[in-house]
C-alpha cells in the first residue's frame, strides 16, 4: 500500500470548513482513498472514499488531484464534535476476501469555539 | 441494522493475570474479523484478523492470542498478562467478500491497564 503523510495537527475555527490534505504521492492505479476518523476514546469511523472522482457525503466531501498524489478531506460547517484524528488511507483491492485497514499517525483536528 | 458489542470497556488486570476479551458481531453473517490494539500516544496496531471460524491470522508476535469459536464471535485471549499489553484494544469487522466499498465497522473498545 501506498505511504501516506499528513500534518500531524490541524485547527479550524467552529463553523468554518476544515481542509485536511494528504499525500500519497506513490499510489498506485488500484488503491482507494479511504479516510476514517477516530473520535477520542472511541473506536474509528469510516468517513468516505474514492478512486478518481470527487465524492460527496452526507459527512464530508473528498477532492482527489488528477494524478491522484494527494487528495483532501473537507468538511463544510466543522461543529465541537468534529474533533478526532483524521486518518488517511489507501487500501489496495485485490478482490480478495481478507480487508486489512494500516493506520497511520493521521491528523488530530481540533475545532475551536 | 449490523452491530458490534465488545466488552467490558475498562479493565484493570494484575501482570501475570489471564485476559479473555469478547466481541461479537449481530445483523450480519460471515463477517471478516479483527482485533486492532492502541497503546497511549501512539497508532493503531492490527493484531489478527480472521475470515472464518477457526481461521486466525496473525500480525506480530506477541503475548497474546485469538480465536473465532463462532461466526460472530471474537475472542482475545492472554494465560499472562505483561505490563506492555497494556491499551485500548478494539474488535472490527468488514463484510467478507472483498467489494470496492467496503468499510470497517469498529466497537467502543476496551481500555486495558496491566499493574
Known amino acids: 500500500d501506498a505511504k501516506t503523510t499528513q500534518p500531524p495537527s490541524m485547527d479550524c475555527a467552529e463553523g468554518r470548513a476544515a481542509n485536511l490534505p494528504c499525500n500519497h504521492s506513490?499510489?498506485?492505479?488500484?488503491?482507494?482513498v479511504y479516510w476514517y476518523r477516530q473520535i477520542h476514546s472511541q473506536g474509528p469511523q469510516y468517513i468516505i472514499h474514492?478512486?478518481?472522482n470527487n465524492e460527496t457525503n452526507e459527512m464530508a466531501s473528498l477532492i482527489i488531484t488528477e494524478d491522484r498524489k494527494s487528495s483532501t478531506l473537507i468538511l463544510p460547517h466543522a461543529t465541537l464534535r468534529d474533533t478526532a484524528v483524521y486518518y488517511c488511507?489507501?487500501?489496495?483491492?485485490?478482490?480478495?476476501?481478507?480487508?486489512?485497514?494500516?493506520f497511520g499517525k493521521g491528523t488530530l483536528l481540533t475545532v475551536n469555539p | 441494522s449490523q452491530t458490534i458489542h465488545q466488552w467490558p470497556a475498562t479493565l484493570v488486570q494484575p501482570v501475570g493475570s489471564p485476559l479473555s476479551l469478547e466481541c461479537t458481531v449481530e445483523?450480519?453473517?460471515?463477517?471478516?474479523l479483527y482485533w486492532y490494539r492502541q497503546a497511549a500516544g501512539r497508532g493503531l496496531q492490527l493484531l489478527f484478523y480472521?475470515?472464518?471460524?477457526?481461521?486466525i491470522s496473525s500480525e506480530v508476535p506477541q503475548n497474546l492470542s485469538a480465536s473465532r469459536p463462532q461466526d460472530r464471535q471474537f475472542i482475545l485471549s492472554s494465560k499472562k498478562l505483561l505490563l506492555s499489553d497494556s491499551g485500548f484494544y478494539l474488535c472490527?469487522?468488514?463484510?467478507?467478500?472483498?467489494?470496492?466499498?467496503?468499510?470497517?465497522?469498529f466497537g467502543s473498545g476496551t481500555q486495558l491497564s496491566v499493574l
Open positions: 472490527a469487522w468488514s463484510a467478507r467478500r472483498g467489494r470496492v466499498n467496503e468499510k470497517l465497522f
Open positions: 506513490t499510489i498506485s492505479g488500484n488503491e482507494y
Open positions: 474514492g478512486l478518481k
Open positions: 488511507i489507501p487500501i489496495f483491492y485485490s478482490g480478495g476476501s481478507n480487508y486489512k485497514l494500516t
Open positions: 445483523g450480519t453473517s460471515n463477517p471478516n
Open positions: 480472521s475470515v472464518g471460524i477457526g481461521q
